[in-house]
């Protein structure tokens, strides 16, 4: 039918040429008969009946019809490539984008904003109190730690033990190893051998010399160093040798041994910023820096790990509870969280939290800034899901991530209690000192 209608043209722009030439006959002499074909007025084109257009569309359809269309992306095969296709690319331009020596114009730092409700995420130094950044606090503290050498080394060498060294693991073999030389030493004083620790023994090597702040740990302690001789060898070998000073405070030995066990990595702890605003329309509106989004190489990786699950999960029903499952998953990829809670004069109370605390937490941050803090109170979520403080729950498993606007309820029960006994509750819910610092939201 196709081949039908294309001879059909093509007989019909034949025709309408005109009258051809001969091959003898020179262009001179046609040239006069072309110029009056050419001022010859052309006769107006008639459009096609609504007959000839109802039939040309019926013979059209007859052809989309026996031609086969092209089937649309239905597959989950094609799906799924496409996705992995995807993947590839963003793996192949991050990888490209770090490669050296690509001349890439690097973006503009985007300007901090000056209505940010909380300038970012920071923590406080427990050794010094200073308020630290978030690629501070490392640093800091571990220079705090250096710098409490001058005061007591014996806690500081524990400090730096438990701190500079990240594998736990590790920390705990060589801890459990100092602490058998010092059980030994208290409970042997008068053993000599046991008083002398081989700096070239291989348990001391492989457990405790490949940590941090062991060598001045014993040596803070009363242990010095000192060449002996050693059995069979010609030349002495290095020792820890315990001085008689310490021996004769076998008591205090055992304190720091104590110590050692049980001391943990000095931490920053996230500062809350807490922060009373005015009442406001837009409580429910968070600007929040970046430091609430950044995620480390190894969150990243760990995302791209989830995104390319979800290619597998594209294939497969999922029930409720899996659906559940991969959105509480969803919520853990924040570290922080910004909460606001709205008393009842409208006042507002913000807080920063780790996205993996418990609601108990927001509860206690809440009931330190209560005028009446003994009073017992109720925090609802903007869903209307009231959050219990003895329920084990923590933010991003209740969907309170990165930020939240919740409403604080006092226990109508206690309160009709108050009002029955001819008492009444302070007006005022927070602090005096609060709201003297009180701001407005904008």
């Known amino acids: 039918m196709k081949k039908f209608f294309q001879e059909i043209k093509t007989d019909i722009k034949f025709k309408s040429a005109g009258s051809g030439q001969k091959l003898t006959e020179s262009v001179g002499e046609k040239a006069p008969k072309e110029k009056s074909n050419q001022l010859a007025p052309r ?34 095969d094609f799906i799924r ?41 920071y923590f406080t130094c427990p050794l010094t109190g200073a308020i630290l950044r978030k690629d501070q606090r490392d640093t800091r503290i571990k220079e705090a730690i250096l710098s409490h050498f001058s005061t007591d080394p014996v806690a500081a060498s524990i400090m730096k033990i438990h701190t500079f060294n990240k594998d736990r693991d590790r920390v705990k073999l060589g801890v459990d190893t100092i602490a058998k030389y010092l059980d030994n030493i208290h409970l042997h004083p008068e053993e000599e051998k046991y008083r002398k620790i081989k700096l070239q023994n291989k348990v001391f090597q492989e457990r405790i010399n490949c940590l941090e702040g062991t060598h001045e740990f014993f040596e803070a302690i009363g242990f010095q160093k000192a060449l002996l001789p050693v059995p069979d060898q010609e030349s002495p070998e290095e020792f820890y040798v315990l001085s008689e000073t310490a021996l004769a405070q076998l008591p205090s030995l055992e304190r720091h041994k104590e110590q050692l066990l049980c001391a ?14 005015q009442p406001s329309p837009l409580a429910s509106q968070f600007d929040l820096p970046s430091d609430f989004f950044n995620i480390t190489a190894e969150e990243a990786k760990r995302e791209q790990k989830l995104r390319s699950e979800a290619v597998e999960r594209l294939s497969m029903l999922r029930t409720k509870a899996m659906r559940e499952k991969e959105e509480q998953r969803e919520m853990r990829k924040y570290t922080y969280t910004l909460l606001r809670v709205r008393l009842p004069d409208g006042c507002l109370l913000q807080g920063t939290f780790y996205a993996r605390e418990r609601v108990a937490a927001l509860y206690s941050f ?44 006092w226990d109508m029960a206690v309160l009709e209690d108050i009002k029955a006994a001819g008492a009444e509750p302070d007006s005022s819910i927070l602090k005096p000192e609060l709201l003297l610092t009180i701001e407005k939201l904008s």
């Open 43 to 76: 006769q107006p084109r008639q459009g096609p009946t609504n007959e000839a257009q109802m039939a040309a569309a019926a013979a059209l359809a007859r052809l989309e019809q026996k031609q086969p269309r092209a089937r649309g992306p239905t597959s989950q």
């Open 81 to 121: 490539n496409q996705v992995r296709k995807e993947l590839r690319t963003e793996a192949t331009v991050s990888g490209s984008s770090e490669a050296p020596g690509t001349n890439m114009v690097p973006e503009p730092k985007e300007e901090v904003s000056t209505h940010l409700v909380v300038p970012g995420v």
């Open 264 to 277: 943990e990595p000095v931490r920053a702890t996230l500062a809350r910023q807490r922060r009373v605003f």
């Open 366 to 409: 809440v009931r330190e800034a209560l005028q009446s803090d003994w009073l017992p109170f109720e925090l609802l979520a903007s869903c209307g899901q009231k959050l219990s403080e003895d329920e084990n729950l923590a933010f991003n498993e209740c969907g309170l991530v990165p930020s939240a606007l919740l409403t604080f309820s």
